[in-house]
């Protein structure tokens, strides 16, 4: 889009695309049907506590996205009731106070990049949060796309009540652009629970579902979107994720050049031909 846009060799792209339905996960599980994956965070009985293993995985997982042929949205979401309590007490925060300076600078780096690898992958990327979804949960949930939740849905950015800052992960960065500066403020200073119906209203939450239907509508809406032009789909994140750093001028050309790159897909094609024909258009991501 812009002259800072990664460049990839198409040598090299060729050889990296892959198929991912196969894809054995070892810290959480992971289903693909019909274009959409489902990762679900599943240690229901410490309420899906990520460890610096499931973080690892999770960073490389959304990194491989990138090539994947038939991952065309995500959907993410926790096991038995509740979506992430956060980094495990035990396994990460235990060994985090015995580590020196450049350790600790390594652990944060990682997670940052699982951050990054959420907003590079070119699918969208919809949460499903039910009950407990604090800390690097929280964080999780808000490098997601699209965020759909339950009236019992609690969201907490609790670092400073664990003797943190509240930028972690690029939440300083990112909250205030879901909800507003104020707001983001109060939850990052006070490390207080939202609740589902104050997300929805605070524009957190998309929307707000029984917790029985839950993942069902987050999967509905991410079938609706793989029916969409994937393409088209994966170059608007881009776009939604490059512009925060452009002018205004900046990005009209560089949707210009987008727009331009979409106006030469089969999708584009289709689209015009099916209008012509008075039909619903079939995309198919080319």
Known sequence: MNDSTERVDPALAAGNRKQLAGYRAEHFLWAVDQGVATVTLNRPERKNPLTFDSYAELRDLFGQLKYATDVHAVVVTGA?????????????IGPLVRLKAPELLMFTRMTGDLVKAMR?????????????????GAIVAMASDIRYGTAR???????????LAGCDMGACA???????????SELLYTGRSLGGEEGERWGFFNRLCTP????????????????GPT?????TKTMLHQEWAMTIEQAIESEAQAQAL????????????????KQKPKFEGN
């Open 174 to 184: 990112m909250l205030p652009r879901i909800i507003g500066q104020g707001r983001a």
């Open 262 to 277: 979409c106006m030469l897909t089969q999708d584009f094609t289709r689209a015009y031909e099916a209008f012509v024909a």
């Open 80 to 92: 038995g009731g509740n979506f992430c309590s956060g980094g495990d007490v035990h396994e990460i």
């Open 231 to 235: 393409f088209a789909n994966g170059i």
């Open 120 to 136: 590079a992958c070119p699918q969208p990327v919809v949460a499903a949060i039910d009950g407990v979804c604090a800390g690097a």
């Open 212 to 227: 029985e239907a839950l993942v069902q509508e987050a999967q509905a809406l991410a079938r609706q979107l793989v029916e």
């Open 153 to 163: 849905s609690k969201t907490a950015f609790l670092f400073n009540r664990v003797g």
